[in-house]
């Protein structure tokens, strides 16, 4: 385990630099910070499906996982060249994506974030997790990204989608479909 932190404020940041994984120091608003900053706040994100109490079981255990998931994506962007996300974890979220979506109806419709406080915080955390995607996706313009981090963002939005469609199932029973003829 690495060092823990005693003191929370260290003032070395007060110039608008932050450390790295690594040691080195970067502008707060570099592309990789974006990068790991986004996806800290899309686990932050999940953590408030996850106080939901709507949340069935199954859901549940699969985004707890889902955030050990992100912390290891976030360690593995906040050190240049470290390796954390492995394949391993894109295969669970395929076949968790199938297992929750082999339940529900097909889509006819599209579906509008809601039904449910639960299903909408879940349509919040998969739009963060959209972002979080583009922001690695970026820095993998300038800097060395590995594949296996864009993957599993956008697999992981994907499975939001599909859980935000269970959670609502869950919570009210229904999806609030698109409907451009509501008269």
Wanted: aromatic content about 6%; hydrophobic content about 40%; overall charge negative.
């Amino acid at each position: 385990m690495g060092n823990r932190l005693s003191k929370i404020y260290t003032r070395t940041g007060d110039d608008g630099t932050t450390g790295l994984g690594d040691g080195s120091r970067t502008p707060k608003d570099s592309a990789r910070v974006e990068a790991y900053g986004t996806v800290d706040e899309a686990n932050s994100a999940i953590g408030m499906v996850l106080a939901a109490d709507a949340v069935p079981d199954d859901v549940r255990a699969c985004l707890t996982e889902v955030q050990h998931d992100l912390f290891e994506l976030g360690g593995e962007l906040c050190i240049p060249g470290h390796a954390a996300v492995k394949d391993v974890f894109i295969e669970r979220l395929e076949n968790d994506l199938d297992g929750f979506n082999e339940g529900l109806p097909m889509l006819k419709e599209f579906i509008l974030p809601g039904g449910g406080q639960a299903a909408a915080a879940c349509h919040v955390a998969r739009t963060i997790t959209r972002r979080a995607e583009r922001r690695v996706f970026t820095l993998s313009q300038t800097e060395d990204v590995r594949p296996e981090a864009l993957r599993y963002l956008n697999r992981l939005s994907d499975l939001l989608f599909v859980v935000a469609r269970v959670i609502a199932r869950a919570e009210s029973g229904q999806e609030v479909l698109w409907n451009r003829d509501r008269g």
